[in-house]
C-alpha cells in the first residue's frame, strides 16, 4: 500500500530558527506532493502545493522541496504563529504530522 | 468568499446512522471534486472519500466497509456524508474538503463537525 512517512513526528524550536520537516514517499509521486498547516481547533490550511509552489497569501518565509520520493518543508525564520502542527499529502494519503512546537 | 460550512453532527449511539451536510458558498459544487477527511481528537488526518465533479462518481477508504455514502445537491449547493452503522472509532471531526480535480491540492476546507459515538 501507498505510505506517505513524515519526521520528525515532533519538534521543538525557537523564534527566528530555521527548521526542517521531511515527507518520504513510498513511491515515485513525482512532484505531487502537498504541504497543510493545522492549528489547534482550526481546519488545516493549504501552504505549498506541487512540492515547491507557495499558496496565495502564504509568507515566504515557507518554502518546499524536492521530487521523486523525498520532500521538505523549510521554515526559514520561525515566527510565533508558526508553532502548528504540519502535514504532507499526495493523493489521499497524508502523513502522520510534525508537531512543531516551542522551545 | 469561497467557503463551506459543515453540519450535523452530534453525539450517536454505536450502530447509529447520522447525515453530515456541507454548504459550499462563493462557488458551485458541481464543478470541483469533493472530498470528506476526519481527524480523531489529538490524531492526524485521514481521508474517507470522495465525490468527482460529475456528481456519480465516488471512492472511499477501505474502513469505510460500505458504511459511507457521498452525495450532492446541486440545487442546493450541498455535499453529504451518509454515515451507517457508526461505530465508536468513527469518533472524529469530519472536514469537507474541495480540490480543483484530480492531482489538485485540498485548497478549501470546512470548519468541521465533531461526530460523538458514545452509548
Known amino acids: 500500500d501507498f505510505q506517505m512517512t513524515q519526521s520528525p513526528s515532533s519538534l521543538s524550536a525557537s523564534v527566528g530558527d530555521r527548521i526542517t520537516i521531511t515527507c518520504r514517499a513510498s513511491q515515485n509521486i513525482s512532484a505531487s506532493l502537498n504541504w497543510y498547516q493545522q492549528k489547534p481547533e482550526k481546519a488545516p490550511n493549504l501552504l505549498i502545493y506541487l512540492a515547491s509552489i507557495l499558496q496565495s497569501g502564504v509568507p515566504s518565509r515557507f518554502s518546499g522541496s524536492g521530487s521523486g520520493t523525498d520532500f521538505t518543508l523549510t521554515i526559514s525564520s520561525l515566527q510565533p504563529e508558526d508553532f502548528a502542527t504540519y502535514y504532507c499529502q499526495h493523493s489521499w494519503s497524508f502523513g502522520q504530522g510534525t508537531k512543531l512546537e516551542i522551545k | 468568499e469561497e467557503q463551506l460550512v459543515e453540519s450535523g453532527g452530534g453525539l450517536v449511539q454505536p450502530g447509529g446512522s447520522l447525515r453530515l451536510s456541507c454548504v459550499a458558498s462563493g462557488f458551485t459544487l458541481r464543478n470541483y471534486w469533493m472530498h470528506w477527511v476526519r481527524q480523531i481528537p489529538g490524531k492526524g488526518l485521514v481521508w474517507v472519500g470522495r465525490?468527482?465533479?460529475?456528481?456519480?462518481?465516488?471512492a472511499y477508504a477501505d474502513f469505510v466497509k460500505g458504511r459511507f455514502t457521498i452525495s450532492r445537491d446541486n440545487a442546493k449547493n450541498t455535499v453529504y456524508l451518509q454515515i451507517n452503522s457508526l461505530r465508536n472509532e468513527d469518533t472524529a471531526v469530519y472536514y469537507c474538503?474541495?480540490?480543483?480535480?484530480?492531482?489538485?491540492?485540498?485548497?478549501?476546507w470546512g470548519q468541521g463537525t465533531l461526530v460523538t459515538v458514545s452509548s
Open positions: 465525490l468527482k465533479s460529475d456528481g456519480t462518481d465516488t
Open positions: 474538503v474541495r480540490d480543483g480535480g484530480e492531482g489538485t491540492p485540498f485548497e478549501i
